[in-house]
């Protein structure tokens, strides 16, 4: 398979690239670097089976041209992370919208099978927990700068659909929860990078609002193993899948679970929202997953637990 990976040189797409080149894929990443990085694909490029470009995905010609040359698309480019979402709406919105618009016209021209990578943030405020794919998306007002991501990405989520049932175009939505690992970068604000960078240095891990808020991880190894497997089965096409980790934790627990691991002499403390973020923030209390669907699809299970995974970061940063 010749595969074009969008955003090829962010935390997911570098993992998603390790993955094909080793099934023995032709991997041909795009990335702008402006939140991925070139010391992501450093290691693929005496592979002759790998290639880059590092320009925008918003440059039409060359998409179409990417995509021409590609036998299936994975699409992960966007403006990702929380600290960048709240401070470059515009960016991001411009982004997500235009960026996802582009790339699945040009892979209609020629029916190529495209993966849509959306998030878990477009449940938004629901608390009808676990979250299915079925389940209403619970927005928050348009003033308030998180919300645009949300919904920028439920409207790249319903483009890839409507590809899919107006022009034929074989799409497949994976909503990706928190997501972490090796690569994973501290600079975009999210939370396990940051504990952990914070506890191998013995300074102060800061917990965010009261520490009662929960997450789900997953290891980007697990997660680019359901992306690929979603792709090679043609039921897939058409359909979106939660894809995330099974275990619930505070984040009080896990800035604990992060300073035992490291054997960290930081102290935990607990920062204001109103600090952490610019105004007009407002933090989910809880995101839990339902992957029964992608289990029931693929038999696929998480292979890495949670203290796994938090070794595997700790000894990464
Ligand atoms: N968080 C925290 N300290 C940090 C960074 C994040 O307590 O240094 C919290 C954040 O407020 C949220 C959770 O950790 O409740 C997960 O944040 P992240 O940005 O990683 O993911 P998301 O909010 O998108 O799930």
Not at 212 to 235: I, P, S, W, Y
Not at 309 to 314: E, S
Request: hydrophobic share 40%; with cysteine; net charge neutral.
């Amino acid at each position: 398979m010749r595969v074009f990976i969008t955003g090829g040189a962010g935390f997911i797409g570098s993992h998603l690239t390790d993955t094909l080149l080793d099934a023995g894929d032709d991997v041909v990443i795009l990335d702008d670097l402006s939140t991925g990085s070139a010391d992501n694909f450093r290691r693929f490029k005496a592979n002759p089976r790998f290639q880059y470009q590092v320009a925008s995905f918003l440059d039409v010609p060359l998409i179409n041209e990417l995509v021409d040359g590609a036998d299936i698309v994975y699409h992960l480019a966007a403006a990702v992370g929380v600290k960048l979402i709240v401070e470059s709406p515009v960016y991001t919105i411009e982004t997500n919208v235009r960026g996802t618009e582009i790339v699945l016209a040009a892979a209609a021209k020629k029916k190529k099978p495209v993966f849509v990578a959306s998030t878990s943030e477009v449940y938004g405020k629901s608390t009808d927990f676990p979250f299915r794919e079925d389940g209403d998306l619970v927005m928050g007002a348009t003033t308030k700068g998180r919300w645009s991501y949300a919904c920028s990405k439920a409207i790249d989520e319903f483009l890839a659909i409507a590809y899919y049932r107006e022009k034929g175009l074989p799409t497949v939505v994976g909503r990706l929860f928190n997501t972490v690992g090796p690569r994973q970068t501290a600079r975009y604000g999210m939370v396990l990078p940051s504990f952990a960078r914070q506890a191998k240095a013995n300074e102060p891990i800061t917990v965010y609002g009261d520490g009662k808020q929960t997450r789900c991880f997953c290891h980007v190894g697990d997660t680019v193993r359901a992306l690929a497997g979603l792709m090679r089965t043609e039921a897939s096409y058409g359909q979106v899948f939660n894809i995330g980790g099974g275990r619930e934790i505070s984040m009080r627990a896990l800035a604990e679970l992060v300073r035992d691991t490291a054997g960290s002499k930081s102290e935990i403390v607990y920062v204001p929202y109103a600090e952490a973020y610019a105004a007009g923030f407002e933090d989910m209390m809880r995101r839990v997953p339902d992957t029964s669907k992608l289990r029931a699809h693929l038999g696929w299970e998480p292979q890495k637990s949670l203290e796994d995974i938090v070794r595997d970061v700790v000894d990464s940063v």
